[in-house]
């Protein structure tokens, strides 16, 4: 694995990045309300450009959304943010072999997984109404993801 990106490899990152941040303000209503539509470039990153790629977009696109509210969780969200990175590499690995579990696998960690992951720290009566909106959002994130994802690496090159 390199360490580093060519510059077209990093504009690319970066202008995801960048869409993450306005996806960040996509919001779906939860009870935290950093459920958005910002882990979708994140996931199309890892499917599309490479896994590193996607989980830097990903964990960045956390962090927009968590921002954008304020940080509600403190810092736990960093600890989001990694999981994120954690859950889009799963999505990136699965794609390139089973695109129906790829999608299936990330909609679970976020959907489930992650709101299991923070009950501990907010209490388990909080997670049924996070798995309530995190289920349908990563539906959203990562159904479109796969599909933009499948459109990019099928594109005709000039």
């Known amino acids: 694995m390199k360490l580093t990106w060519p510059p077209v490899r990093l504009l690319q990152v970066a202008l995801l990045i960048a869409t993450s941040a306005v996806g960040a303000y996509l919001k779906i209503p939860s009870p935290t309300g950093t459920v958005a539509l910002d882990s979708l470039p994140g996931y199309f990153a890892a499917a599309a450009l490479g896994i590193p790629?996607?989980?830097?977009?990903?964990?960045?696109?956390h962090l927009f959304s968590a921002w954008s509210v304020g940080f509600p969780l403190g810092g736990l969200h960093l600890g989001i943010a990694l999981e994120m990175a954690a859950y889009v590499a799963v999505f990136g690995f699965l794609f390139r072999s089973s695109r129906p579990l790829a999608v299936l696998a990330a909609i679970l960690l976020n959907?489930?997984?992650?709101?299991?992951s923070v009950a501990p720290f907010?209490?388990?009566?909080?997670?049924?109404?996070l798995v309530l909106a995190l289920l349908?959002?990563?539906?959203?994130?990562?159904?479109?993801?796969?599909?933009?994802?499948?459109?990019?690496?099928?594109?005709?090159?000039p």
Do not use: C, F, Q, Y
């Open 111 to 116: 959907g489930v997984a992650g709101p299991l």
């Open 53 to 61: 790629e996607g989980m830097t977009v990903g964990a960045a696109g």
């Open 136 to 157: 349908p959002g990563s539906a959203i994130n990562v159904g479109m993801a796969a599909v933009i994802a499948l459109r990019w690496r099928g594109r005709r090159k």
């Open 122 to 129: 907010l209490g388990w009566a909080a997670v049924p109404g």
